[in-house]
């Protein structure tokens, strides 16, 4: 067992780069580059650094690098809701890459609200370099302003001249409604997401085209919330629309309205299949586990984080518009139509 060092310095006292350099006999503006800008020196030499800094209890003073450089080495996140795990995957993966760069991510929510996402995209501004509106709600011209202000990419909602990654639901969806043909259903039921969101929109257009190619009969109805009262609420309506199929804006929609009509005695899926959409953590945790269509929610984090480190590096001269593929992950909520 090594003896711990005992540092010259009151606990108390703020270590410096000065007082780094002397312990690791090495030059200040090396300790400055090691820290600054770790590439710049050989990996000996940033280690030893490294190891003396920690040993001293070293803590880098951000708002004088902010003050220095103008950057705050910092992304911010801007989700629809905080509640939904469909954005975990988000936050991993778009905080995954970002560390790479040494950079952070902060986190704030909106509550599906455009009034309050614009606003906390608003007070983020001055503490971020640049921002990712998930899934936002917002109008376009209100995101144009944001990205007049600010580097930016958006997730989940594709635009003209912004920077957009966009899980494309047209794989998944045209995979499940095949699936449901095949196993003798005639009439699917979609239920919506929020009127403002572009990607519930984009989830209807496909599923609906799949069915019309399919010769499945396809209806839409809406729901108060993307939640699991929201799914809840509409199981009445989707026992009265007859349909034998049923895919739902989101995950959590799809075990609301699955847990509600299990209550009423209604069999799944002997009596009704259900389908939901981004497959998000514990949609295998239920009976019978949900089968949904898989948003690739890591990769697109990473790549919006990516994206936008590179805009802040340089911007490109077109607007990234990247589109990631989704699909079907059959599980026990979907299978073949009872009347079939």
Request: glycine share 8%.
């Amino acid at each position: 067992m090594h003896p711990k060092k005992v540092s010259l310095y009151p606990e108390k006292s703020k270590v410096t780069i000065y007082d780094i350099a002397r312990e690791a006999g090495v030059s200040a503006s090396t300790v400055s580059r090691a820290l600054s800008s770790p590439d710049r020196v050989s990996s000996r030499t940033r280690r030893l650094i490294e190891v003396t800094a920690a040993e001293l209890d070293f803590r880098i003073n951000h708002l004088a690098q902010v003050l220095k450089t103008g950057s705050t080495k910092t992304l911010g996140l801007v989700i629809a809701d905080v509640n939904n795990p469909a954005f975990f995957g988000l936050l991993r993966g778009a905080g995954k890459f970002a560390a790479q760069r040494d950079y952070s991510v902060v986190l704030a929510q909106a509550a599906d609200s455009a009034a309050q996402e614009l606003a906390s995209a608003g007070r983020l501004l001055s503490a971020v370099d640049g921002l990712i509106l998930a899934s936002p709600r917002m109008a376009d011209a209100d995101i144009r302003d944001l990205a007049e202000s600010t580097p930016l990419v958006v997730l989940n909602r594709e635009m003209e001249n912004v920077n957009t990654v966009v899980p494309d639901p047209e794989k998944g969806a045209s995979e499940a409604i095949r699936y449901l043909a095949e196993h003798g259903h005639k009439k699917v039921l979609f239920v919506a997401g929020p009127e403002q969101s572009w990607m519930s929109a984009r989830r209807w257009e496909t599923i609906s085209d799949a069915c019309q190619w399919c010769q499945l009969k396809a209806e839409r109805i809406e729901s108060p919330s993307p939640t699991l009262d929201g799914g809840r609420q509409v199981a009445h309506h989707v026992r009265a629309a007859g349909a034998t199929a049923v895919i739902t804006y989101n995950d959590l929609m799809a075990i609301g309205l699955m847990r509600q009509l299990q209550s009423s005695g209604v069999s799944i899926p002997k009596a009704l299949s259900i389908i939901g959409f981004d497959d998000i953590f514990g949609a295998d945790l239920t009976t019978p586990s949900l089968t949904s269509i898989r948003s690739p929610q890591n990769e697109c984090g990473s790549l919006a984080a990516g994206v936008l480190l590179d805009a802040l590096a340089g911007p490109a001269p077109i607007p990234a518009a990247l589109r990631v593929g989704t699909e079907l992950i059959i599980r026990g909520s979907a299978g073949r139509c009872d009347s079939a």
